[in-house]
């Protein structure tokens, strides 16, 4: 349901019916369109009864909400939304480049990794502290251990990072994490999606290996309608009959959500190959397609890595990729610095 409110709605009416919405269980997440300022029920809206809220005399209007997208469609917003992490732009023609190790593993690792990367070009780094593992006796990351070393390449090298989160408890800990992924077993966690919602911090939103690109944007809706508008997607290879690689890069979702939202849409090379020969040429078709940037797994010795070795570049082919991914994005008509 959606509230349009009257123009001349004075403060002390605004909290008053923002205090009397929360008292019937609804979040109320506001926006201007054309102008006006409306209200984006969620919660307990089967308690909100039309009648009684139209009658309110700051409302102008109560609308059913028959876009189910409103907030993550490009109708409501034709604007491409820009997310700034420190210097970095993300969105709206810049072209983003994010690298790192799957999992941190030792200070010498990640340090190396950190100071590599940068030298390439890299903007952001990307490390797992916390690792969704398919088994459970595969390493899961050195948790709090893998923030504090995230936290000292951060400030070593100035890069902003980038980590996984699994759970919304866990969020306290995350503090010095400049953006929060979501990783693609999560993208259907609807209390993690909220609880992020309510907090600013940027969020990477990754789509499920069996999740439709319209299950994705609802996913992102339920962070928009929390009120954080800083939301990246990320596409990263889907599960069909092929078994030879890990996942399918479907290349499709690209223009097909930049038609449909505004959000930012990064592609994840290194899972949706599964193979380290394979990232530089999906790497061109995602440049080629119209992304926004690129989450590339590097290691400085991808044989040794504790998790997902056989996708990870080392660290000259990963500059001699971002010599080519740049070239092309700047072809493209991309910002690439
Ligand atoms: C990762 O980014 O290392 C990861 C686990 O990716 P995904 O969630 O896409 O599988
Ligand atoms: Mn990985």
């Not at 809220?53 to 907030?71: H, T």
């Not at 911090?201 to 996913?219: D, H, M, Y």
């Not at 809706?221 to 939301?231: C, F, K, M, P, R």
Request: charge should be negative; include cysteine; hydrophobic fraction near 40%.
């Amino acid at each position: 349901m959606i509230l349009v409110l009257n123009k001349d709605i004075s403060p002390q009416q605004d909290a008053r019916l923002t205090a009397y919405l929360e008292g019937l269980g609804l979040t109320a997440t506001r926006q201007l369109c054309q102008g006006k300022t409306i209200l984006l029920l969620s919660g307990q809206t089967d308690r909100a009864d039309a009648g009684i809220l139209s009658s309110l005399p700051m409302v102008e209007s109560v609308l059913p909400l028959a876009d189910p997208l409103p907030l993550a469609s490009r109708r409501s917003h034709p604007a491409d939304t820009v997310v700034q992490v420190g210097d970095v732009f993300i969105g709206g023609g810049h072209f983003c480049l994010m690298a790192g190790p799957c999992t941190v593993e030792s200070e010498e690792q990640l340090l190396s990794i950190a100071r590599s990367v940068q030298a390439a070009g890299a903007q952001l780094l990307r490390g797992g502290a916390y690792k969704p593992r398919t088994s459970p006796y595969s390493f899961s990351g050195l948790r709090e251990e893998g923030l504090a070393l995230l936290r000292t390449a951060r400030r070593e090298t100035g890069l902003p990072v980038v980590s996984e989160i699994m759970s919304a408890t866990d969020l306290p800990l995350f503090e010095d994490v400049d953006i929060l992924q979501v990783g693609a077993r999560n993208m259907q966690n609807y209390d993690l999606l909220r609880a992020l919602g309510r907090c600013r911090k940027p969020v990477l939103l990754k789509r499920g290996p069996a999740a439709t690109v319209q299950e994705l944007l609802l996913s992102a809706e339920y962070i928009l309608s929390g009120g954080n508008e800083n939301v990246i997607l990320c596409e990263r290879g889907i599960r069909t009959f092929e078994h030879l690689i890990r996942n399918n890069l479907d290349i499709s979702a690209v223009p097909l959500i930049k038609k449909h939202s505004h959000l930012p849409i990064l592609i994840d090379p290194s899972h949706a190959a599964g193979i380290a020969w394979m990232v530089e040429p999906l790497a061109k078709a995602a440049i080629a397609a119209g992304a926004d940037g690129l989450m590339i797994e590097v290691h400085n010795n991808p044989k040794e890595a504790l998790c997902d070795g056989a996708q990870s570049l080392n660290m000259d082919q990963f500059a001699d990729v971002m010599k080519e991914v740049k070239r092309r994005a700047a072809f493209e008509g991309k910002i690439t610095d």
